[in-house]
């Protein structure tokens, strides 16, 4: 089972970036995804996640209204399109998953999460 975030980089404030998380080795179908990151010095935490099939989506306070999360099973790509960038986005991104028995539930603890990518940084900065 592997995961693989990318699409990181540095970008101006304001700016937009799409994030990939491609997976290899299970049934990707069958698991929720979710989107963590974790600023320098500070605790991971879940910024967005999606359901197996995309009917349900969550999304942290912080990232409401800019970013948006999406699924393409066929792919076993999720993408996290990040619009209005702005300097405490600034963070190495991981995506991770569960898998969901077939449930349209998410997940919103990392603990709860069995499997993780390598991170992708995210800098926003002018």
């Known amino acids: 089972v592997q995961l693989q975030a990318y699409g990181g980089g540095l970008v101006q404030p304001g700016g937009s970036l799409r994030l990939s998380c491609v997976a290899s080795?299970?049934?990707?179908?069958?698991?929720?995804i979710g989107w963590f990151r974790q600023a320098p010095g500070k605790m991971r935490v879940l910024i967005s996640a999606?359901?197996?099939?995309?009917?349900?989506?969550y999304y942290g306070d912080s990232v409401k209204g800019r970013f948006t999360v999406s699924r393409d099973n066929a792919k076993k790509t999720v993408y996290l399109q990040m619009n209005g960038l702005k300097p405490e986005d600034t963070a190495v991104y991981y995506c991770?998953?569960?898998?969901?028995?077939?449930?349209?539930?998410?997940?919103?603890?990392?603990?709860?999460?069995?499997?993780w990518g390598q991170g992708t940084l995210v800098t926003v900065s002018s």
């Open positions: 991770a998953a569960r898998y969901t028995h077939g449930s349209s539930y998410v997940y919103t603890k990392g603990d709860e999460y069995s499997y």
């Open positions: 999606i359901s197996w099939i995309g009917d349900n989506t």
């Open positions: 080795g299970f049934t990707y179908a069958d698991y929720v």
